[in-house]
């Protein structure tokens, strides 16, 4: 069993408040979520109200296919125009 955290650091520029960043964030882990299977929880920043850090954690049987659903995960939060990446981290267990 192979086990892949993702920790990502993001900036929500269009956040006015907690509120705003909260909407965000929720769009952006139910999104994750379904199409990815992952589980996700905001770890960090929960009182600022323009960056949040998100962990993610997805289990596989094989590295390769860990490591590539993670970098999908990635480049999918790339893409979105509801949050900027500003870094990301991935470890294999």
């Keep these: 069993m192979i086990v892949g955290i993702l920790t990502v650091e993001l900036r ?3 956040s006015l408040s907690l509120k705003d960043k909260r909407m965000v964030l929720k769009s952006i882990k139910d ?3 379904n199409r990815f299977n992952v589980s996700v929880a905001e770890i960090d920043g929960q009182d600022k109200w323009q960056a949040s850090v998100l962990g993610m ?4 049987t094989q590295k390769v296919h860990v490591d590539q659903a993670l970098s999908k995960i990635v480049d999918f939060i790339k893409e979105s125009r509801q949050a900027d990446l500003i870094t990301y981290n991935t470890e294999l267990l």
């Design 31 to 33: 999104k994750i979520r």
């Design 57 to 60: 954690a997805y289990v596989g």
């Design 12 to 14: 929500i520029p269009e």
